[in-house]
C-alpha cells in the first residue's frame, strides 16, 4: 500500500507539472500575442496623433543619447522609398523606435529579406510591417507598362501584383488602388516563401506580420491583413487544397480504347483461283507428295 501511494503521488506530481508546463506555453503565448498586440496599437496611437498634429514632443539629444550603446525597436517596418512616406513621422515614433527598411515599390529581394531578417530575428520585434500607400508612382509606372534602366527590375516585382489587380475588371485610378493592395500582400507572400527564417518566427507565436496602407491626403494608416500563427495556418491549408485541385485537375486523364476493326473483303473480289504468296522460304516447305 505505502508503494502504491507512492506511485500514485509520483504520477500526480507528473500531471501537475505537465499542466504547469502547459498553462506556461499558453502564458508565454498570450504574452508574445499581446506584445504585437501592444506594438501595433503603439503604432496607431502615434498615427493618431499624426493625423491631428498633435505629436509627442520629443527630446532628440536624450533619445540619441539612449541609444549609442544599441538598439532595441519594437517594430520593423517596410516602406516605399516615396519622400511622402517617412515611418517615424506617420507613426510618430522617436529615435530607435522603429527599425525601418525603405525601397522603391516596397519590393523585396535576398538583400531587402535580409534586413527584415535583421529587425525580427535579431532585434526581436514582435510585429513586422508591410507598408503600402495611396498613389505609389512605383506601382503606378507597373500598371502603365514600360521602364528605363534598372527602374525595370522593379516593374518586374510588382508585375505579378498587377496582373492580380486587372483580374478583378477595374480600370484607370481604381486599378491602380487594387494593385497597391495587391502589392502589399505580394510583399507579405514573398517574405515568407524568400524568408524561412521570418516564416518560423510566425509560425511559433513570436511574429505577426501586418499589412497597412497609408493615405496621402489624410495621414491615416489603415490595416489590412494580420498575420499571425493561426492565419498563416489557414493560408497554408487554403493553399494545400488549391494544389491538390490543380494537381488532381493535370492528371485527368482521357483513355482511348484502340480498337482494330477487321475489314472483311467481298468475295466477289477474289478471284476463285487465287491464291496468297507465301512468306515462308521454300527449301522449308516440304515438297508435296507425288
Known sequence: MKISGKIIIIALAICLVGSLAVAMA?????????????????LMDGNARFVNNEPEVKDFVSEREAVVAGQSPFATVITCSDSRVPPEYIFDQGIGDVFVIRVAGNVVDSVVLGSVEYGVEHLHTPIFVVLGHQSCGAVTAAVQGGAEGNIESIMDEIEPAVEAAEKTGKTEGELVDEAIDQSIDLVIESTLEGSPITKELVEEGKLVIVGAKYYLDTGEVEQLSWIDAAALAEMEAEESEETKATVNASETKITVTDKVETVGIPGDIIPEDYEPASDIPGDIIPPEDE
Not at 26 to 42: G, L, P, V
Open 26 to 42: 499558453t502564458e508565454q503565448e498570450a504574452d508574445e500575442m499581446s506584445t504585437a498586440n501592444e506594438a501595433w496599437q503603439k
